[in-house]
């Protein structure tokens, strides 16, 4: 089994920042691809970023103002939040996922508000 902790949401006025974290532990085969999904009220659950060895993607919501980055020592993915908006109102959730072994696990999430 696999854990996915998220912590570091909170609140914040618009145009502030806040890092998130998301640390995996437990029976770890290899690095995963990490990614933040978010999920505002009312909507469905959709992609910030993922990272992995081959590649990193953001949506085009959060491009040049989120950066997610990886320390796989320590088994932790982070995402830089800056110049906030209040649409990036949302429950953050984190994601590992190994497609070798079709295996993917979710944190509980955490939740971000942005204050107009």
């Known amino acids: 089994q696999v854990q996915v902790v998220e912590s570091g949401g909170g609140l914040v006025q618009a145009g502030g920042s806040l890092r998130l974290s998301c640390t995996i532990s437990?029976?770890?085969?290899?690095?995963?691809?990490m990614g933040w999904y978010r999920q505002a009220p009312g909507k469905q659950r959709e992609l910030v970023a993922i990272?992995?060895?081959?590649?990193?993607v953001y949506a085009s919501s959060v491009k040049g103002r989120f950066t997610i980055s990886g320390d796989n020592a320590k088994n932790t993915v982070y995402l830089q939040m800056n110049s906030l908006k209040p649409e990036d109102t949302a429950v953050y959730y984190c994601?590992?996922?190994?497609?070798?072994?079709?295996?993917?696990?979710w944190g509980k999430g955490t939740l971000v508000t942005v204050s107009s």
């Open positions: 990272t992995s060895d081959s590649s990193t």
């Open positions: 437990g029976t770890i085969f290899s690095t995963p691809a």
């Open positions: 994601q590992a996922h190994w497609t070798h072994y079709s295996l993917t696990y």
